[in-house]
T-cell receptor, first 113, second 115 residues
């Protein structure tokens, strides 16, 4: 089942902060975050695993609330290069969902000078 | 080299044609993936190969036939496609045998148009 992202779109000025949320109705094993610029491939940002392990870029932080099956991506001091569509991908715990990602509908982030 | 390459970049094919998409990585990754992405939509998983064996097929119609000839190469054979199959087809790879704990590296995609 597809996770739900919010907001659908956000517009920022350079230097402002943003939070993107991802919520699932299923118990999650991991949450992955990717950014895709128009006409380009998705690029990895962050992995958050059940149990607290995280892997990702230094300038981007995220949280994973296992009990609520929610994750948030925190973008601080935004730069023009942060513009793009952000996708969360969730891996559900157990069953046939293990080992594959289902992506949310995406959040369009636009950063203006 | 942290690159996944895909050929061709663009493909236009008729509904009776047979064509193939190619994906290549030289990072020693153990898993390779095919995704389909429609405009303004997220990528949708189609197939996963782990250690060169098909491990996940997301109930994809048989007109799409994946093949993994070796650990570096992944093909997607197309036959008798429908106009609604027009999309961006993305290939990805990851170091681990599954997506768990491992980032995926995506190729630039093949833009497919079925006429």
């Amino acid at each position: 089942q597809q996770p739900v992202q919010s907001p659908q779109a956000v517009i920022l000025r350079e230097g402002e902060d943003a939070v993107i949320n991802c919520s699932s109705s299923k118990a999650l094993y991991s949450v992955h975050w990717y950014r895709q610029k128009h006409g380009e491939a998705p690029v990895f940002l962050m992995i958050l695993l059940k149990g607290g392990e995280q892997k990702g870029h230094e300038k981007i932080s995220a949280s994973f609330n296992e009990k609520k099956q929610q994750s948030s991506l925190y973008l601080t001091a935004s730069q023009l290069s942060y513009s793009g569509t952000y996708f969360c991908g969730t891996e559900s715990a157990g069953g046939t969902s293990y080992g594959k990602l289902t992506f949310g509908q995406g959040t369009i982030l636009t950063v203006h000078p | 080299d942290t690159e996944v390459t895909q050929t061709p970049k663009h493909l236009v094919m008729g509904m009776t044609n047979k064509k193939s998409l190619k994906c290549e990585q030289h990072m020693g990754h153990r898993a390779m993936y095919w995704y389909k992405q429609k405009a303004k939509k997220p990528p949708e998983l189609m197939f996963v190969y782990s250690y060169e064996k098909l491990s996940i097929n997301e109930s994809v119609p048989s007109r799409f036939s994946p093949e993994c000839p070796n650990s570096s190469l992944l093909n997607l054979h197309l036959h008798a496609l429908q106009p609604e199959d027009s999309a961006l087809y993305l290939c990805a790879s990851s170091q681990g045998p599954t997506v768990t704990s491992y980032e995926q590296y995506f190729g630039p995609g093949t833009r497919l148009t079925v006429t």
